[in-house]
T-cell receptor, first 113, second 112 residues
Framework: EAQVTQNPRYLITVTGKKLTVTCSQNMNHEYMSWYRQDPGLGLRQIYY???????DKGDVPEGYKVSRKEKRNFPLILESPSPNQTSLYFC????????????FGPGTRLLVL | GQSLEQPSEVTAVEGAIVQINCTYQ??????LSWYQQHDGGAPTFLSYNGLDGLEETGRFSSFLSRSDSYGYLLLQELQMKDSASYFCAVKADTGTASKLTFGTGTRLQVTL
């Protein structure tokens, strides 16, 4: 089944404790992206990648890191999480590098205490 | 940067037609897309307009006017399952890269 998977789905952590949210797609898509969704603010893009080893900042990259060492994986790293990073995170992928038709993962709900 | 405006909420009756508008301000505009998100779910792609005009996909249609920086999503023969949030998104080219910016979403409530 073609899909985007994220792990974990739910995470409670404390301020400053490094964490990684994994994202994997099995569709051989070139484009991958991370979003956060907060009430009243919609989806905001954190980082995106148009291909392996090619990443770029979205609208809200501060406090996040990503890497794209393999085509299928695009982990999101929070080196020192803070409470304002409490949010619902979505990973998405798109077949072509233009990122138009994006397929979203199920989401990761993160709470930083 | 990019900015988009869409109504926060719309209510319509089952079987009716509803239009959700989206106005945008962006440089290097490439096109406008629409996504649907049910409560507790992930966004799913509905449609994309790269050129002016109407694109139809079943009960859903999307329209774009590049000269007016405006688009809309039209939902016909509304069903209860259409109750969801709808997001417009614009793609802008920033040099060699591209990114997608979403609006804040329109919550559609379909009633009997």
């Amino acid at each position: 089944e073609a899909q985007v998977t994220q792990n974990p789905r739910y995470l409670i952590t404390v301020t400053g404790k490094k964490l990684t949210v994994t994202c994997s797609q099995n569709m051989n898509h070139e484009y991958m992206s991370w979003y956060r969704q907060d009430p009243g603010l919609g989806l905001r893009q954190i980082y995106y990648s148009m291909n392996v080893e090619v990443t770029d900042k979205g609208d809200v990259p501060e406090g996040y890191k990503v890497s794209r060492k393999e085509k299928r994986n695009f982990p999101l790293i929070l080196e020192s999480p803070s409470p304002n990073q409490t949010s619902l995170y979505f990973c998405a992928s798109s077949l072509t590098g233009d990122g138009w038709t994006q397929y979203f993962g199920p989401g990761t709900r993160l709470l930083v205490l | 940067g990019q900015s988009l405006e869409q109504p926060s909420e719309v209510t319509a009756v089952e079987g009716a037609i509803v239009q959700i508008n989206c106005t945008y301000q962006t440089s290097g505009f490439y096109g406008l897309s629409w996504y649907q998100q049910h409560d507790g779910g992930a966004p799913t792609f509905l449609s994309y307009n790269g050129l002016d005009g109407l694109e139809e996909t079943g009960r859903f249609s999307s329209f774009l006017s590049r000269s007016d920086s405006y688009g809309y999503l039209l939902l016909q023969e509304l069903q209860m399952k259409d109750s969801a949030s709808y997001f417009c998104a614009v793609k802008a080219d920033t040099g060699t890269a591209s990114k997608l910016t979403f609006g804040t979403g329109t919550r559609l409530q379909v009633t009997l």
